[in-house]
């Protein structure tokens, strides 16, 4: 078994021992997170374009406010004229809080954004090591109610799908639609193999195997969670695809091919 020689005296920013690429995986993160950041805010604020025939961008829904479609009616009265205006606003915080709080995410930005450390055994520009036991960072213990809301936008998204497969009251399959249900099964794997959900599924108990159901949903839960890097990657690019789509085609730029 291979071995390697690990110093524990504290050294410079960036200095390691490490020969391996280590730098590769933060660069990825920092380039991949950055540019979802930097397109969802966009596509969030844009307001426009995120609805194509029975297709509802997932940055949208669900649409509170807004459109004819929306829950509670048209843009209410009581937004502020100053304030920029899009249905998005009024949800995407649930789903971004989801993301940001997301345990596999902090190990991945803790270490592509401010680099805490860069990597494993890879030197850090501080001294000290706070953690999240205190201001700010304890707010990230948080993430077991973005849970609760994650599964709920599940529900939401899982009717999107469906609906996507209605055309003028006729059912039908577009490329759209298949879109929509791959963004639901994708976001479905990342919020079921969620870390806080195995934790309250059969975590919590002492001795699981004297619950067998609680133990076979333990071990679905656990199952994807041993790919939960993977979900939450493939869901990630899979929700911006979902808005390009859609908006690309509200745009008149892609045509909506149905397959029947
Ligand atoms: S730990 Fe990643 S979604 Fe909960």
Known sequence: ??????????????????SDFWWVAPLVVFLGLGAFVVYATWAGLQGDYYRFGPYL??????ELF?????????????????????????ILWAP??????CYYY???????FWADPPSCTVGEPRKYYRGEHSFPLIWQNIHRYFLYLGIFFIGDLAYDAWNGFWF??????????LVLLVNVILLSGYTFGCHSLRHLVGGVLDRLSRSPARKKVYDCVSCLNARHMTWAWCSLFW???????IRLCAMGVWHDWRIF
């Open 1 to 18: 078994m291979p071995e390697i020689d690990v110093p524990l005296e504290r050294v410079g920013f960036g200095s390691t021992s490490r």
């Open 57 to 62: 961008s997932p940055f949208y829904s669900p």
């Open 66 to 90: 807004g459109s004819a479609h929306a829950w509670f009616g048209p843009k209410p009265g009581w937004w502020p004229a100053w304030l920029i205006w899009s249905p998005a606003i009024l």
């Open 96 to 101: 971004g809080g989801f993301r940001v709080t």
């Open 106 to 112: 902090r190990g991945a930005y803790y270490k592509a």
């Open 168 to 177: 003028n009251g006729h059912f039908g399959v577009g490329v759209g639609s």
């Open 239 to 245: 929700v911006a695809f979902s808005d390009v789509y």
